[in-house]
């Protein structure tokens, strides 16, 4: 039933039902045929209706209903809104009639009274099962009322749309066309091109009605029909559409200038009603005509009136209007979430012996950024730095405050620095930004090859560890001071990495909200680890995706104060007998000494195929790294999904491809190792650096 404050007589019978045409946009230009009722209401004695008695007459002793509904409706402002009382029958309020219009009688028929529901200027009644044509101003005020703050109530383009369907089907109209621009103009912006017009929405009367009777509006759009006209319509500049479009004011499809622009609006296949049965009213925003909407009533229902045109006027200035804010307003929406989206990683990284998982919400839908971020960078020797941090609030100033320390904490973990050391930088950098720069972080380190993790904390909450038995527990690391306090040191601490446990890092926005605080937050988080992990039994970790969706799901109605980053990591380490390990001098020999050790590691590892490869590269990354170390140069070769060399020497400066002359003598090993290598880097240490590349197993 509809919000709307119009009455609606009973029905036809179903047997008088005409089928639906096949055409849906045919079916909402197209009337059904009906029988015109053969007989004239009289009009009340004294050419008016019946006046309502003063307030305070008892409405049991012969008040009519038109009276009683009029007055009803017009002491209760927001009545459309309103229940019935609990002593009245049915589930349904009385509809106030206009009081020109009397209340039906048994059947549908219109009670003696009733005689003034005729038309005024062809002295017909309306046919039975018909909405109740609206007569009075205040019939029409109290319409646009409802429908006007129906229509507000939307906040996207889609429930403005609909919403204004919604409010003129059937009330004002048996059916209504939308057509906005294609695309639709954001703010100040000059469209460039011709004026498209794009079928956004209709809506009709369907067949089916309810057990009293009335007509409901459709509950879902009808879509048109594609393969018998278009749904686009462009705006030839100087033709009848673009005059009336202009023109701004809505007018009867029956006028010299929308006769001629609605066959170029909806095709000259379609027919509209004649005369004054169709409004077409262009929809104009706050600088320029963005749509247009066409009003349409069949053959069975009076004809629009004058004042109508003042109803569509209003609706559609409304529309507009609110169709401008929804257009800003979802630019708004993509510039946040685009700027949330490049502030955190866009896909995370495989590094060697970790799979990693992650998720990111908002704090709601009106914040869509916000301070919190996660990162995995992948450092020298196979390792991965796991960051996790929060700056306070959720705002554009936040997000950017996070960019910039997001960015630092990336370029610190390049330098290789200690998890205590990456976050004195950061500490001092969030003070460079302003004195009011606050954030919490914690950075942690995770070594495949030692199985072992070092976490340093700036008052973030701690992670939790989910071992492979399905065990949780919450890791004791020193809370430290947050980011941006200045003049505290950081305290790192080195724990037990097991392959297959989980570590956890999160915001506090996971386990904290009003209705709890921190730490029962951190025991119901702990908790859930646990119920997961025993679902998949004491020798099988959950999946990280699974897991990081079950995560979430612990968070009820009313938990969602703050916006939640989550980074889960699960540690497959690197099995000892995969790995080879040597210290070279920093002579002349150590390039053929490097070539016999990788020769037996190979022969060991059942990988001869790439022996050829292998003594190629490492020699020339070996005899660059002699040629300048002072202290021993480290070797390294890692069996996982590849084959991993790492040649370490303590020069600070990263070796350069460059494309060496036919008169050189040097400079071409970078080169052969460009070409043969899959991959291959070079990563500054704290101590020097290291020079690595892979090659593909066979």
Not at 173 to 198: M, Q, W
Not at 402 to 412: D, E, K, Y
Request: hydrophobic share 40%.
């Amino acid at each position: 039933m509809t919000e709307h404050p119009i009455s609606h007589e009973n029905g036809r019978s179903d047997a008088a039902r005409s089928p639906a045409p096949a055409d849906p946009r045919g079916a909402l230009l197209r009337g059904r045929e009906t029988a015109q009722p053969p007989g004239l209401a009289a009009p009340a004695p004294g050419g008016g209706p019946e006046p309502c008695p003063p307030a305070g007459t008892d409405r049991a002793a012969g008040l009519p209903r038109a009276c009683a509904d009029a007055s009803a409706a017009a002491g209760d402002p927001g009545s459309e809104h309103s229940q019935p009382a609990a002593g009245e029958p049915g589930t349904h309020r009385p509809r106030p009639v206009p009081e020109d219009v009397a209340p039906a009688g048994p059947g549908g028929a219109p009670t003696a009274a009733g005689s003034g529901g005729a038309d005024r200027r062809t002295g017909r009644g309306p046919a039975p099962g018909t909405p109740m044509p609206m007569r009075r101003d205040g019939d029409r005020l109290r319409f646009v009322g409802a429908a006007t703050r129906r229509i507000a109530r939307g906040i996207d383009l889609d429930e403005i749309v609909m919403g204004l369907c919604r409010a003129t089907v059937p009330t004002f109209s048996d059916a209504i066309l939308v057509y906005l621009r294609d695309p639709l103009p954001v703010g100040d912006e000059r469209p460039s091109g011709p004026v498209v017009l794009r079928l956004r929405r209709t809506d009709h009367i369907p067949e089916d009605r309810d057990t009293d009777g009335f007509l409901l509006p459709a509950t879902q759009p009808v879509e048109p029909d594609l393969g018998a006209t278009t749904e686009l319509c462009e705006v030839r500049p100087g033709g009848a559409l673009a005059e009336v479009l202009r023109g701004v004011r809505p007018v009867f499809a029956d006028a010299p200038a929308a006769r001629a622009a609605l066959p170029e609006l909806i095709g000259a296949d379609l027919p509209v009603p004649g005369g004054q049965r169709a409004i077409l009213a262009p929809l104009r925003g706050r600088r320029r005509v963005i749509g247009a909407a066409l009003f349409l009533r069949g053959p069975e229902r009076p004809a629009f009136e004058t004042d109508d045109l003042l109803v569509a006027a209003q609706l559609a200035t409304h529309s507009a209007l609110g169709i401008d804010k929804a257009v800003l307003y979802g630019r708004e929406a993509y510039i946040a979430d685009e700027l949330q989206r490049t502030m955190l990683p866009e896909t995370l990284p495989r590094p060697t012996g970790v799979r990693l998982a992650s998720r990111y919400l908002p704090a709601a839908e009106t914040a869509r950024v916000g301070g919190d971020w996660y990162d995995a960078i992948p450092l020298p020797g196979s390792r991965v730095a796991l960051v996790v941090g929060d700056v306070m609030g959720h705002s554009m100033t936040s997000a950017a405050i996070m960019g910039q320390l997001r960015t630092t904490a990336q370029t610190l973990a390049g330098l290789d620095l200690p998890p205590q050391e990456v976050l004195h930088h950061l500490d001092e950098q969030a003070q460079r930004l302003g004195s009011d720069r606050m954030a919490t972080c914690l950075y942690a380190v995770y070594d495949p090859v030692s199985h072992r993790i070092t976490i340093a904390n700036a008052g973030h909450p701690p992670p939790v560890l989910l071992h492979l038995g399905g065990r949780a527990e919450v890791l004791r690391v020193p809370p430290g001071a947050p980011i941006g306090v200045g003049g505290v040191d950081f305290e790192a601490v080195e724990l037990d990495a097991p392959a297959g446990a989980t570590l956890l890092l999160y915001t506090d926005g996971l386990v904290e909200s009003r209705l709890r605080d921190v730490w029962t937050g951190i025991e119901q988080l702990r908790e859930r680890l646990s119920a997961t992990a025993q679902l998949t039994g004491p020798d099988h970790p959950p999946p990280l995706e699974a897991l990081c969706d079950e995560v979430l799901d612990m968070l009820g109605p009313g938990d969602r104060d703050d916006d939640i980053a989550l980074l889960a990591a699960r540690f497959d380490g690197i099995a000892p007998s995969d790995v080879a390990y040597w210290f070279l001098e920093p002579e002349d020999s150590a390039p053929g000494r490097a070539r016999r050790l990788a020769r037996r590691a190979l022969a060991r590892w059942d990988m001869e195929e790439l022996t050829d490869a292998v003594e190629l590269l490492v020699s020339e990354v070996v005899t660059n790294a002699v040629r300048y170390a002072t202290r021993p140069v480290t070797l390294r070769l890692l069996r996982t999904e590849v084959l991993r060399c790492e040649v370490g020497d303590d020069v600070p400066q990263l070796p350069r491809l460059r494309q060496a002359r036919a008169t050189d003598e040097g400079g071409r090993g970078l080169y052969l190792v460009n070409r043969l290598a899959r991959r291959w880097g070079a990563t500054r240490l704290s101590t020097g650096k290291v020079v690595w590349f892979e090659l593909n197993r066979g």
